[in-house]
């Protein structure tokens, strides 16, 4: 087993049972703050919001060190400076607001002044927004980010632990009020780390439409992980056990954050992996982790991905994790990202072709393109659910046939005659194309090399040209004579299919 000492432990568990008592305080909040004449709304509402935000980064941060196992021990002193403190604070409100031998109006204001007293110079709301920094330096330390400040951290901690002093807090017991880390191992240790990989911006942007399930009559279902699962702290070496260079990519939640699911790489190969974290009845977390090419991926029902494992002992796949999304956008960007990882993992012996296929979706399209220098097959898909359309290119050939490279989603003003213009007998030009991409080696902006920024495919065949025009501009329209590329010959076919680079310009 890879266990975390007995402290260690206890200092995670405590990050998500914070993080439970910080919702219910911050609904206990909302539900006062009805009661309240407006002028106070203003202070309250600070207040609510920065207990949501401290919330959110105690479970990104007990969820990451999951992963981050190798670097528990340079959080965890810091941990145990916080969360006694942040403790107290949130049984001070739960206790004010539980008084009924005052009106709903008196408790709130004994809870802000009293409160907001025990520090001069610090009133509730920054007390609360002091927490959310003190979180947001400890995220920054596990991931290596070069935003990292350690001043700043240790400004704060100095800071919380004058709170704990004047709140009668004992000091921790494995803290001096020295240094916690070392800045030379520090800096030493992050040398390696400024490598950006493709997966980690995927979901940092939204894409511009969004096809909801709900709204399309899908009757919502909660998200499902399936045994074995581990205890928090405890996972099964032969599972995966965990290096020190580990990155993580990206980290995804359902059913507001009751289960999340993070991709990582680790190891000198840099595989992929996922750990799923999920609280059962009674808040406990338990915890999951295996690697992509351990696991299978097919759409269940409308808005459902579910992942298989192999069961050795009885021969035959298992449900591993079954994750409802709420849009049909999502569901698309989590699949694309997961067969890319799992196929160029060295660690995957086959891919099923089958895994490259996302079920109840249509395929309008299929063409040839010269795609950055490289050979891709482009195919247009349409959602039998949502009706959403998106483009997606996919590797034409070799080991790597059918892995995404990149996907765009189309709204509904690129039906309108200005967004695709037919630039010569093999190449079309596409306004506003906002890919996701899924290589490393990928330059969308080589498709842009034009003076109004459209996107270029570039058809192998002039037939598959002219058949992805019509997907999009179904009405007859007299066939452009298209031999050169002048001037005269671009004004001519942008007439036709609604503008050239002035039409683009234009818009």
Request: glycine share 4%; with cysteine.
């Amino acid at each position: 087993m890879q266990r975390y000492p007995v402290l260690e432990q206890e200092l995670l568990g405590g990050c998500h049972r914070e993080a439970h008592r910080a919702n219910i305080v911050a609904i206990q909040l909302q539900g006062l703050r009805a009661a309240l004449p407006e002028h106070y709304y203003a202070h309250l509402d600070t207040l609510i919001r920065e207990i949501h935000i401290g919330s959110k980064l105690l479970r990104d941060i007990g969820d990451q060190l999951l992963v981050h196992i190798p670097r528990v021990p340079q959080v965890v002193d810091y941990l145990n400076i916080l969360l006694p403190c942040l403790c107290k604070s949130l049984r001070d409100i739960n206790t004010y607001y539980n008084d009924r031998t005052m009106t709903k109006e008196k408790r709130w204001r004994y809870l802000y002044n009293k409160m907001g007293a025990e520090h001069p110079g610090i009133l509730l709301p920054a007390r609360f927004s002091m927490y959310s920094q003190y979180l947001q330096l400890l995220l920054l330390l596990l991931a290596r980010s070069p935003n990292f400040n350690i001043n700043a951290l240790d400004d704060l901690k100095d800071r919380i632990l004058q709170l704990r002093e004047t709140r009668n807090i004992p000091p921790p017991t494995t803290v001096t009020r020295g240094e916690l880390i070392r800045r030379g191992d520090l800096i030493l240790d992050w040398n390696h780390q400024s490598n950006t990989h493709w997966a980690e911006s995927i979901f940092l942007r939204s894409p511009r439409s969004k096809k909801e399930f709900r709204k399309h009559g899908v009757r919502y279902r909660m998200s499902e992980v399936f045994r074995p699962l581990m205890r928090l702290g405890e996972l099964p070496m032969i599972q995966c056990p965990m290096s020190r260079d580990v990155k993580i990519l990206f980290k995804r939640s359902f059913d507001n954050d009751r289960i999340s699911v993070i991709f990582f790489l680790q190891g000198i190969d840099q595989a992929p992996f996922l750990c799923v974290r999920s609280f059962d009845n009674l808040g406990e977390p338990w915890v999951s982790r295996r690697g992509a090419h351990e696991l299978c991926i097919r759409r269940g029902s409308s808005s459902t991905l579910i992942l298989n494992r192999w069961s050795n002992s009885e021969r035959r796949k298992k449900r591993w994790a079954a994750l409802r999304f709420a849009t049909w956008e999502e569901l698309v960007l989590f699949h694309c990202a997961f067969v890319c990882l799992k196929a160029r993992s060295l660690l995957t012996v086959k891919t099923d072709p089958e895994e490259f296929i996302l079920n109840k979706e249509r395929r309008l399209f299929q063409a040839q393109i010269i795609d950055d220098g490289f050979h891709h097959s482009l195919m247009v898909y349409e959602d039998q659910v949502t009706k959403g359309i998106r483009l997606h290119a996919a590797v034409w050939d070799g080991k790597l046939r059918h892995c995404p490279v990149w996907t765009a989603f189309v709204t509904p003003h690129w039906f309108s005659p200005a967004w695709l213009v037919r630039r010569s007998p093999h190449r079309v030009w596409l306004k506003d194309l906002d890919p996701f991409v899924f290589c490393e080696r990928y330059r969308p902006q080589n498709q842009r090399n034009n003076k109004v920024g459209a996107f270029e495919l570039d058809f192998v065949h002039e037939e598959a040209a002219t058949r992805f025009k019509e997907i999009f501009s179904p009405e007859p329209v007299p066939t452009p004579t298209v031999t050169t590329a002048t001037e005269e010959e671009w004004s001519g076919n942008a007439t036709i299919a609604g503008g050239g680079d002035d039409a683009f310009e234009s818009r």
